[in-house]
C-alpha cells in the first residue's frame, strides 16, 4: 500500500459523490484518472484491504431490522457453532471475544419478525441461549479508519 | 419502507439492495450499469440514488476496510451500567468521541447488567485501555460497571445478504 492507495481509501471511507460521473469527479480530485482510480480500488479489494465497495444501507430506514446477539458456547463445541451460524445468511458479522459470552454476532433481516425467527432457530439447532441485544438508540456510527 | 420515498421507490430499492449486497461494480459509468439492471433511466437512477441518502436510507457509497489489514487489530466492545436518568446526555457524549465508531443504547438483560456499548479500535492493546479509562472517566458517578470486551477472532463478515435469505 503506498501513499496514493492510503489517499483513495481515506477519501473512499467518506463515499463516491453523487454526482452524474462520480469516478471522473474523484479522479479530478486526486488528481489521476477513472480507470486508475477503479483498478486500484479492485486491487485493494483482491488483496483485502477493503473488504466492500459500495452503498452502505441502514436496513432500520428501510423496514428492515438488525441485532447484536451473543452466545455462550462451551469451548469444545466453539467451532461447530461458528460452523452453524457461518451458514446461516441472516448472520452478518461473528466475532469471538474473550469473555463468558464469547461468540458475539449481527443479524440482519427484512423484518423484526425474521429476527425473532432467527433466533430461535439458532437455539433450536445450538441448544443455547441467545443473548438478544437490540438498539434502542444509536448515538454515534461513524466508522472511520484513518490510515 | 421509508415515509421520505415514493411506493414506487420500494420496489426500487429492494432489488438495488440485492443488486449491490456484494458490492458495486468498479464500471466507468457505475449509475448507467444500475439504470440497466434497474430498468429504468440513468437520471432516474441517480436521482434515486440521491434521495435514499439525503433520507438516510443509504449512508454512503463507499468503502469498507478490513481495520485488522490496516493495523487496527484490537477492537474492544466497552460495556458500561449506565443510569437511565443520564444516559441520553452521557450516550451521546461518549458517541461524540473521536476514537469511538460506534455507540448505542442496548437493553439490560437477565445476567447482562450493561445499557451503553461503545466500540474502540486500536493499533496496540494499550490504545484501547486508554479509550477505556477515558470513557471512564467520562461517565463518572454515572457508571455502576463495566467490561471491554477484546475481539481475539473474526468468524465472519459478509455484511448484510438479502438475496440468500429464505422468504417467510
Known sequence: ?147 | MSVCTSPSDDGLTRRLIVLTEAGLPLVADPWAWLAGELGIDVDATLALLQRLQADGAIRRIAAIPNHYRLGYRHNGMTVWDVDDAEIARLGALIGAQPFVSHCYRRPRQEGWPYNLFAMVHGRDASDIEAYRNQIRALLGNACRANEMLVSSRILKKTGLRLATQRRA
Open chain 1, 1 to 147: 500500500m503506498d501513499e496514493f492507495d492510503r489517499l483513495l481509501i481515506n477519501r473512499l471511507q467518506h463515499g463516491l459523490p453523487l454526482v452524474r460521473h462520480p469516478w471522473e469527479a474523484l479522479a479530478e480530485e486526486l488528481g489521476s484518472t477513472s480507470e486508475a482510480l477503479r483498478e486500484r480500488v479492485q486491487a485493494l479489494l483482491d488483496d483485502g484491504t477493503l473488504t466492500r465497495f459500495g452503498p452502505m444501507f441502514d436496513i432500520d430506514r428501510l423496514g428492515g431490522a438488525f441485532t447484536l446477539a451473543a452466545l455462550s458456547v462451551p469451548e469444545a463445541r466453539f467451532d461447530e457453532v461458528a460452523a452453524q451460524l457461518e451458514a446461516m445468511p441472516e448472520v452478518a458479522h461473528n466475532y469471538r471475544r474473550e469473555h463468558r459470552w464469547n461468540m458475539w454476532f449481527v443479524l440482519g433481516c427484512e423484518t423484526p419478525q425474521g429476527i425473532a425467527e432467527s433466533i430461535a432457530r439458532i437455539e433450536a439447532e445450538t441448544g443455547l441461549a441467545v443473548l438478544n441485544l437490540p438498539k434502542e438508540e444509536t448515538f454515534h456510527v461513524g466508522l472511520h479508519f484513518p490510515v
